[in-house]
C-alpha cells in the first residue's frame, strides 16, 4: 500500500488487518509516520507489516514498494503545493509505480490487482447541470485543465492507470471518494466554503454533501479492492443519510466552534466569478482566477449522488453518519482547544 | 512575426515564465520541454502551449526557437546553454545561474562565443520600486553609497520550503551552497549595483535558527545566513532568514545625502532625508515626512493596480519585455554581463565559508 501513513491509509491498514490481511508491505516517505502502524499490528496478532521507506518519484523505490505483491492499494497522491508539485507527486508517481508493476519479477502484472484510489473531481459534473445525479457512469471531465489543479492531476492519473491497464492486463479496481473526513482530517470541504481572512464565506448552501467518513471509506476501499466481482470496475464511495453542505456548517458551529460566516447564495457566486473571470483577462491576471463560472459549477452546482454500486457488493457504513459526524466534532473541539 | 520562444524544465518556477511570456504580445512561446514527458504535458495543457517534448535536442531541431528559457536546475545550465546557442539560441536562465563561478563564466563564454544574448532572471532588480531606487542613485539624490543593507525572508513551511524538507534529494539540498544557493541572487544582486570593486572583502556565517514558535528547519538544513561585505568605498550587508517575520524583502542604501528604504514586499520606497529643521523642531518633523512618502507610495501603488500594472511577476515581464528588444535591436541585454558573473564569483565566496566541507 502506498500512502500507507497519510490519513486514509492507516484506516485501510487497520482494515485490511481486520479482513485478515496480515501480510502487508507500507510504503511510507516518512519514518514518523510509522508508530501509529505498529501499534496497529500490536493489536493485531499475527500482522506482519513491512514498512518500506522511499519516495514514489524514484523509479528504484517503486521498484521495492512492488517486488512480489499481488495486491496493490495506491493511495499516495499529492494534495496541495503547486501545480507542478500536484503532477509530480499524483502522476508522475503513478507512472512510477505502473512501470515497476509491468516489469517486476515474482507475481506477473497481469495477475496482480491493483486498487486506485481516486476522487469525485474526476466527474464531468459541469456539463450535466444543477442536480444532475452523479454515479459511475457520468462520463469524466472533457475540460481539467478548467479545473482546480488536484481535479486535473488526478484525471489524469486515472487515464494513465486505465492506459497501462489496457497494455499490461492487470485488474484494476477504482475507487472514487466523495469528500474524506473524520478525526485527523480538516474541518471544511471547498464543497462547503472557503475562509477569506476572518470571515467563511458558505457557498455549498443546500447541496447535498458527498461525505465519507474515513472508516466507512477505509472499508469501502478494502472491500471493493479484495471483492471477486470488482475488477474492471470503479465505485464511488459515500456515506448514506446524507447532510447539506450549511446542515454540516450550522452542526460545525454547534459543536465545535462558532464561527462568522456569510452565506452567498449560487446565482451571487457565479455573478461574482464572471466578474473576476473578466477582471482577471482584462488585467492578464492581477487576481488569480480561483473562481471562475466553469468551477463555481463544478463545486457549488450541486448535485446528487448515488452509492447503490458500492452497497451491491455488500458494503455497508460501519459507522452511522450522525455517529461519524459526533466523532470528527469532538476531534475538531479538541484541536482548537490545543490552539 | 515576433520571437519564438521555447522552455526547457517545467517545474514550479516555469509557470511563471510561461504566465509572463504569454502577456507579451508581440512573441510566441512555441513549445515546452522537460526530461519527465508528464511535466511537460501538464505545463502545456494548463498553458495552452502547442506542443511539449521531452527531448530538447528534438524541440530544438523541429521548432527552432529564437530564445530558450532555461528553468531546469542549475546543474544542467551550461550544458543545455551549449546546445542551444549552438542551435541557434538566446537565453534565459533562471537563477542560480550556475553550481560554480566557472561554470557561470563558461555559460556567457558560450553565449557571447556564438554571437547569441544572455540574460537571467533578477526580476526584482525590474520591479518598480528597484526602478524608483536606480532613478535616486543616478540622479544624485542619495549622494555616493555608504552602506547598503539586502534583507530577503525565507518561509520553510511553503510550497518551496516543504519540498525541500521532505525530500533530501532534491536538487536544492544537492547544490554546493544548499538553500541558500536558490535564493542569494536575488539579496546580492540588489547590492552589487552600489559595490565599486569587482570582488568585496566577504565575510560569511551560517546557522540553524530555532526560533520559538516559528517554521524549524529539519534534517540539518542551515537556514540563517548573515553576510558582511566591504568595498573600497561601500559596505554592505546581506541577511537570509527562514524565521524572521513577517517575511520581508527589504533593501535600505545609505548615501552621503539621503539613505534610502525599500521594500519590495509593499512596493515601497521612502527617503530618509537629511534635516534641516533645528532643534526639537528636527526631530518632530521626520515622521511626518516618512508618513506622506508612504502615502504617496499606496497611491501610487493604487494607480498601479488600477492600470493592471500591478502582478506579482511584473518585473519579470518587464525584463523580458527589454531583454527581447535588445535581442530583436541587437542591443546589450538589460544585465550586464559583469554584474552576473560578480554575483556568481561573490556566491561562491560565500559558500567556501559556509560550507567549507562541500568545497573540499
Not at chain 1, 490481511?21 to 500490536?42: D, P, S, V
Not at chain 1, 512480489?68 to 503545493?81: E, I, R
Not at chain 1, 452509492?307 to 466523532?327: E, F
Request: aromatic content about 10%.
Amino acid at each position: 500500500m502506498t500512502g500507507a501513513g497519510g490519513f486514509v491509509g492507516v484506516h485501510v491498514v487497520e482494515r485490511l488487518l481486520v479482513h485478515g490481511y496480515t501480510e502487508i508491505r507500507c510504503f511510507l516517505r516518512e519514518r514518523g509516520k510509522a508508530e501509529r502502524l505498529l501499534q496497529m499490528a500490536e493489536s493485531h496478532p499475527g500482522a506482519q507489516l513491512d514498512l518500506c521507506y522511499g519516495n514514489l518519484r524514484s523509479r528504484s523505490d517503486c521498484a521495492r514498494a512492488v517486488a512480489d505483491v499481488s495486491l496493490v492499494f495506491h493511495l499516495a497522491a499529492g494534495m496541495k503545493g503547486s501545480p507542478a508539485e500536484l503532477f509530480a507527486d499524483s502522476v508522475v508517481v503513478a507512472r512510477n509505480l505502473l512501470e515497476a508493476l509491468e516489469s517486476h519479477d515474482g507475481v506477473p502484472a497481469r495477475k496482480t490487482r491493483v486498487v486506485l484510489v481516486s476522487s469525485f473531481g474526476v466527474y464531468g459534473v459541469v456539463p450535466l447541470g444543477r442536480g444532475a445525479r452523479v454515479d459511475e457512469e457520468t462520463p469524466l471531465e472533457d475540460h481539467p485543465e478548467w479545473r482546480d489543479t488536484y481535479s486535473h492531476s488526478k484525471l489524469r492519473q486515472e487515464q494513465l492507470f486505465r492506459e497501462y491497464q489496457g497494455r499490461v492486463g492487470f485488474e484494476l479496481v477504482v475507487m472514487r471518494p466523495g469528500v474524506i473526513y473524520g478525526p485527523g482530517g480538516g474541518a471544511f470541504s471547498s464543497r462547503v466554503g472557503i475562509q477569506i481572512g476572518p470571515v467563511f464565506f458558505h457557498l455549498g448552501g443546500s447541496n447535498l454533501l458527498p461525505l465519507a467518513y474515513v472508516v466507512n471509506c477505509a472499508e469501502a476501499i478494502v472491500l471493493a479492492g479484495t471483492h471477486p466481482d470488482s475488477a474492471g470496475q470503479a465505485y464511488n464511495v459515500h456515506d448514506d443519510d446524507l447532510p447539506t453542505a450549511s446542515r454540516y456548517l450550522r452542526e460545525y458551529k454547534r459543536h465545535v466552534k462558532r464561527i462568522r460566516s456569510i452565506r452567498l447564495p449560487y446565482f451571487i457566486t457565479r455573478i461574482l466569478a464572471w466578474s473576476l473571470e473578466k477582471y482577471h483577462r482584462r488585467s492578464q491576471g492581477q487576481l488569480p482566477a480561483i473562481f471562475t463560472r466553469y468551477k463555481v459549477a463544478a463545486a457549488w452546482g450541486g448535485n446528487t449522488f448515488s452509492n447503490a454500486k458500492l452497497h451491491s457488493i455488500g458494503w455497508h457504513p460501519l459507522i452511522a453518519p450522525s455517529d461519524a459526524m459526533a466523532q470528527t466534532f469532538e476531534y475538531l473541539r479538541g484541536q482548537e482547544k490545543k490552539l | 512575426m515576433g520571437l519564438k520562444i521555447a522552455i526547457v524544465g517545467c517545474g514550479k518556477i516555469a509557470d511563471a515564465h510561461a504566465e509572463e511570456i504569454k502577456k507579451i504580445p508581440s512573441v510566441q512561446l512555441a513549445a515546452v520541454c522537460d526530461l519527465e514527458p508528464i511535466m511537460a504535458e501538464q505545463l502545456a495543457v494548463r498553458y495552452a502551449i502547442p506542443r511539449w517534448y521531452s527531448d530538447v535536442a528534438a524541440m530544438l531541431e523541429t521548432e527552432r526557437p529564437d530564445v530558450l528559457h532555461i528553468t531546469t536546475p542549475p546543474q544542467s545550465h551550461l550544458s543545455l546553454t551549449r546546445q542551444a546557442v549552438g542551435a541557434g539560441c538566446h537565453i534565459f536562465l533562471e537563477k542560480p545561474v550556475a553550481l560554480h563561478h566557472s561554470d557561470a563564466e563558461a555559460i556567457i563564454e558560450a553565449a557571447t562565443g556564438a554571437g547569441r544574448k544572455l540574460a537571467v532572471n533578477y526580476w526584482p532588480r525590474f520591479e518598480a520600486p528597484a526602478l524608483e531606487l536606480r532613478r535616486l542613485y543616478e540622479t544624485g539624490v542619495l549622494g555616493l553609497p555608504i552602506h547598503v543593507e539586502s534583507f530577503l525572508g525565507y518561509d520553510l513551511g511553503g510550497e518551496y520550503g516543504t519540498a525541500l524538507k521532505r525530500d533530501p534529494d532534491h536538487w536544492v539540498n544537492r547544490l554546493p551552497g544548499k538553500l541558500f544557493q536558490n535564493v542569494l541572487d536575488h539579496v546580492l544582486n540588489k547590492i552589487t549595483p552600489f559595490l565599486d570593486d569587482e570582488l568585496p572583502i566577504i565575510e560569511a556565517m551560517a546557522y540553524r535558527g530555532n526560533a520559538t514558535g516559528s517554521e524549524s528547519s529539519a534534517g540539518g538544513l542551515l537556514d540563517e545566513l548573515r553576510v558582511v561585505m566591504r568595498g573600497a568605498q561601500t559596505s554592505a550587508y546581506a541577511t537570509f532568514s527562514a524565521h524572521a517575520r513577517p517575511l520581508g524583502q527589504t533593501l535600505r542604501v545609505y548615501g552621503t545625502k539621503n539613505t534610502a528604504f525599500v521594500d519590495f514586499m509593499a512596493r515601497t520606497v521612502v527617503l530618509e532625508r537629511k534635516q534641516t529643521f533645528p532643534s526639537a523642531l528636527g526631530r518632530m518633523f521626520p515622521p511626518f515626512l516618512v508618513a506622506k512618502d508612504y502615502l504617496r507610495q499606496g497611491m501610487k501603488n493604487v494607480s498601479s493596480f488600477s492600470h493592471a500594472r500591478f502582478h506579482f511577476f511584473d518585473g519579470m515581464r518587464r525584463l523580458l519585455t527589454e531583454f527581447y528588444l535588445s535581442i530583436e535591436q541587437d542591443t546589450p541585454p538589460p544585465i550586464a554581463y559583469k554584474e552576473i558573473l560578480r554575483v556568481s564569483q561573490m556566491m561562491d565566496r560565500i559558500f567556501e565559508q559556509v560550507y567549507p566541507e562541500v568545497r573540499a
